[in-house]
């Protein structure tokens, strides 16, 4: 069934595309929905058009998919790493194979550019290839006790797992969830969200890599998500999304004292010093707040500028932010394409308005866009905005606006800037420029409250390198060796090789 889809895609174009498979996928197939009756279209966002309709699972059809799951956990488990690994990396190479038309698929659901689409499914194939690296070195340790005695840790596998995702990254949230789950031993059962259902195709490529039937599981739907917090038999939910939904998410579970990852929300700050390599701070600051036509979680959208160098710096972003070719998603040329909805398009362009009514100054964009080409004039699009004359009490400042719209505000001293930067409840990422100040940078960053700090570029996300919030932007970790214990849990046996020592 990936195969039609997928192989459908080398001819698409933008407008052209409806997908009539079923979304669901347990049991090592795609599965209907029980009923229809409350289908909801799903858009593509380039063109307003209607992709495909998501039908959300209801409670059956939950348990169904999580007892599929744990049939395919029992196996699963009992394989060594380097068997795992051995899977995980055939499902690596699938995606890689595939990537052109994963990307593709992936771009007629969420409208973003191509160009950054592609690096996102080569991030996902690395992604499940390192953790495929990291199976056969899930280990315990051995501890020496008196009398020869001695204990030693296992670390296990917690069962079945549940990934929510957002909209925002919706193959690459997959992977970066399944994978480490899948290394570790566990199953899981992943919820995309309902404006980005088709990540269903990751489904089919671990099931053709090898892996037993019901390991990764795809539901659909809202709600559905809180039906899986609540269900007793999952063990851990790893939720990517809002700060208030990631607090219900944690409530629910607390419910069956479930583990949980949160990766939540931010709005977070990047500091710009005057010592600086500017033509690298402006480029910084571009990839810090227009990928994803701004719809980045951890987006550097509060710019701190040293005043020194302020009217240098927004002459140059202003102009760069100007010439960003906004229009046709699929097409190499375009660097930003359509926001996810309608709806969320008027949330963005209301923020914008009101940042005007608090007295910021539009220093370019923040308008919707019809591009030229007739297809394309049902999308969601918008000009990238900078704005100037921000002050840290405006809404545009506190609030995570979630689209192109980069905030500026000059600062004095060092001090000052990490003090205004730290003001807020989030917490996920961070960044600095600053050329000649090497001990700057490093205290600057050890002072960021925030999960990430870039130093001299922004949003890098190698999988290496492990990625979560402070504060209220959440807690757990993706990427990178640590995330191996969010998915894991130890067990300590303890061995006596005398008589036992009885008080009774
Ligand atoms: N920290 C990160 O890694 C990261 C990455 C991407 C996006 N985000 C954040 O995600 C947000 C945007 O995504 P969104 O609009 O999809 O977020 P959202 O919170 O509206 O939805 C996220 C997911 O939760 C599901 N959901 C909704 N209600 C639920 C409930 N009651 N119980 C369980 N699940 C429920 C949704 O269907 C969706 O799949 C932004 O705040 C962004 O910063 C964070």
New binding site residues.
Partial sequence: MAASILASMPGASTGSVVLTDPLNFWGGKRMKPRQDTNAEPVFEPATGRVLCQMVPCGSQEVDEAVESARGAYLKWRELSGTERARVMLEAARIIRERRDNIAKLEVINNGKSITEALADIDISWQCVEYYAGLTGALAGEHIQLPGGNFAYTRRTPLGVCVG??????PFQ?AAWKSAPALACGNAMVF?????TPVTVVLAEIYREAGVPDGLFCVVQ??????L??RHPTVAKVS????????K??ME?SAGGVKQVTL????KSPLLIFKDCDLENAVKGALMANFLTQG????NGTRVYVQREILPQFLEEVVKRTKAIPVGDPLLDGTRMGAL?SRA?LDKVLGFITQAQKQGAAVLCGGQPLVPADPKLKGGYFMSPCVLDNCTDDMTCVKE?I?GPVMAVMAFDSEEEAIRRANDTTFG?ASGVFTSRDVSRAHRVAASLEAGTCYINNYNISPVEVP???YKH??FGR?NGRATMEYYSQLKAVVVELGDVDSLF
């Avoid at 990766?263 to 931010?266: M, N, R």
């Fill in positions: 929510i995702g957002a909209w925002n990254y949230v919820k995309p969200s309902p404006l739907g809202g709600e559905t998500g809180a899986l917090c939720f990517t999304g809002s700060v208030p939904t990631g219900k998410v629910m990766e939540l929300g931010g719809q980045v979680c951890c996810i969320h995570e979630f996920l990625f979560g919030g932007s959440g993706e």
